[in-house]
């Protein structure tokens, strides 16, 4: 009887793992996204001219940026993902799948001992 609680919970935690590796990931892909998006954004941005007119949208108004503004913006931006972020989701998605590795061998060294 005793086994089979410790299962239950070894089954349960397992599950709560799983559910939060899942919105790990789905972080990471929405952050993988943005970073592309501001890459699309930086490239675009070398090819303008010096003196081009760059727009920003604000709410439904389109607002007029100072183009190296823009620039250190995107700069900052893709910097922040890539390098801050996206290595913590790592670290954190490694982390968890290490911790549901270790319960399904408890769990099968559960399964094999009952």
Do not use: C, H, W
Request: aromatic share 4%.
């Amino acid at each position: 009887m005793a086994q089979q609680k410790q299962l239950q919970a070894l089954s349960d935690e397992y599950q709560g793992f799983q559910t939060e590796m899942s919105s790990l990931v789905t972080a990471r892909q929405k952050l993988e996204s943005q970073q592309q998006e501001n890459k699309s954004v930086q490239k675009e941005f070398s090819t303008l001219a010096d003196d081009a007119n760059i727009y920003k949208l604000v709410g439904p108004v389109l607002l007029k940026q100072d183009t190296a503004e823009a620039k250190s913006t995107v700069d900052g931006r893709l910097e922040y993902i890539g390098g801050e972020i996206i290595k913590e989701i790592q670290e954190k998605s490694e982390g968890k799948r290490t911790e549901i590795m270790q319960i399904q061998g408890a769990m099968q060294q559960s399964g094999t001992t009952a």
